[in-house]
């Protein structure tokens, strides 16, 4: 089975989050799900607020990352969390 590449956005309820906290809680979440942590940028929006872009690769066979999602946004300080990229891994 093949292994996809997800980029989620995550973003702050607002500017005075701590975005490490959440990339954290987040990082732990993505492992529990089978997921192995590619990188995490922060990206800058506007008026002092921050997203958390979070690359991973997981198996294709475990379906869905809707589960993920609500996981990552019962984190204290999250607004929302959205998949903004999905891609095959070959090789």
Not at 18 to 38: H, Q, R, V, W, Y
Not at 43 to 51: A, Y
């Amino acid at each position: 089975m093949a292994r996809v590449i997800i980029t989620l956005k995550i973003m702050p309820a607002d500017p005075e989050v701590n975005l490490d906290d959440i990339a954290e809680e987040a990082k732990k979440m993505i492992s529990d799900f089978s997921g192995t942590i590619m990188s995490i940028d922060k990206q800058p929006i506007g008026f002092g607020l921050v997203s958390i872009h979070l690359k991973f690769n997981m198996d294709e066979a475990k379906g869905s990352t809707d589960a993920l999602e609500d996981m990552i946004r019962q984190i204290v300080g999250v607004e929302s969390v959205d998949v903004i990229a999905v891609s095959r891994a070959f090789g």
